[in-house]
């Protein structure tokens, strides 16, 4: 069994002891007998077969099952004490089992939301909130069914219960380590004299565009859904000018996968101010790294993002020979982005596909009807990058696949999730049914740089309660915070840091690093064991564990988030930060 399906069984045993408690309790109260007793052995059988599911995640990791073994164990181990002997000694009244089974329920279902709301990492404050409500619920359902709870009991249980609440409260509500409020200034921009530079200028705005036929609102670049290409030659010196016209919530240029100087990153609130409408901004940065980038607006990035602000950034090495194609998807209002694109290709040309996933969710890709090499992934070169035919290749949400083979005098065709979206002519062969390709396994491996590390932290993804902002909201966090109260991660410059990524959640993170590429260790301790794999943006799915590492070497305050803009905008979102 997966971790992800451990995860989602224990997730449903849990569920289901709650249940036949709870159900076993009303069951109790209203004297149906058998009733009862059916979901009290339910009850009894989910708890003990969530021993088994509890046992193979800690065997994964603790991560997983922390508050699982600390806090649920315990209660659900209260539950059957409390409720079994009872159990076997309600001979003729059923009823007087119904607060024993009620508190199991209480208990199974406080356990059950500490993991749902809160997760990992333990909580002192989760654990005691729950007390308190198995206690309070558990006071009212006894003073509710008949048998009256004595005094003295009434007491112990309010004095237990409000001792709890205020000791949860006070710690759930405490300041967490707030990262250092992040610096508003405006930068010195670095004059780079004396070199080749490539000038563009982007202009921001609202605009109507045409997807597959249909009229779509947006905001984009110039006008254009995606904005225009931009291009260079390593060494040239990149000076883009951003305007906004008329995007009232402010735009920037982020270099995804770039790793330019800290203040040409375009992280509105970390490392500029959000370009206003009427505003601009200058770019400067050497294009000292070939490959395939893309750029977007970091400013409320899931809207702007979304609904077109981006574009292509390639750096070529020098002149290329053959065809060089940039294929960025997107979805633009529900409606897949490019166009199915046809051209004609002479036998013998080398041609270069660039795929770039510029959305939120991981894309399928699928070249068809040629021999191919992943060349690239993420701008960095692949080492012994070997043939491949009929396999496809998933793209993490803003990561980026080159392609080459050699034309033939046979057409090729690319799909995306199945749909045309390139070809050189009418290639029929159905790539639906293709194994994938495994990054961690293709090419030729080499010693990992470094043999200590200097730092090491862990992010554990996960979805949680957020009660820090205005209103309450189910957010997704990094070992048990949301942003902005997630603590920065800081380093000194210079260091080897290692990161730990933990996904115990049931959905795809796509993690992005800002200003570094991270070198892949392991996934789920099996050490990488392809080319040496340089990312910036890679899919953590459900229960996997990643291991990457990189050197601090590009000082700065570095926005570390997930690249689903969605998840990193309901919290998802961290720094790193060294000087
Ligand atoms: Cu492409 Cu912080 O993102
Ligand atoms: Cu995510």
Redesign the pocket.
Known sequence: MTTASLLAADLVLAILAAVGWLGGGAAAAARRRPLALGLAAVALLATLARATTVLALARVGWWFVAEKVVIAAPLSLAAVAVAGPRLLRAADDIRTVAVPLLFSGYAVSGALLVTVLHGYPVSASAGLLAVAGVVTATAVSWRLIDARPSRTVSRAAVAVAVAALLAGTGLAVAPGAAPAAPHDHAYPQARIPDEPTRRFTLTAGTTTVSVGGHDVAAWAFDAQVPGPELTATVGDVLEVTLRNRDIGRGVTL?W?GYDVPNDQDG?PGVTQSAVLPGQEFVYRFRADQAGTYWY?T?SV?DVGVRMGLYGVLVVRPGPTNGLDVSVPVHTLAGRPLPDAKVEQVAAGVPVRLRLINTDSTTHRYALAGTAFQVAAIDGYELSGATSLRDTAVLIPA?GRYDLVFTAADTPVALDVDGRRVYSTGVVSTETGGWPVLDPLTYGQPAAVPWSRFDRTFTLVLDRGLDLRGLLPRYAHTVNGAAAPDIPPQVVRRGDVVRFTIVNRSQAVHPW?L?GHHVLVLSRDRRPAAGSPLWLDSFDVRPGEVWEVAFRADNPGMW?N?C?NLGH?DAGMMLHLLYS
Do not use: T, Y
């Open positions: 982020h995804h992280v977007h970091h990035s803003g992005h800002h926005a988030h690249h990193a």
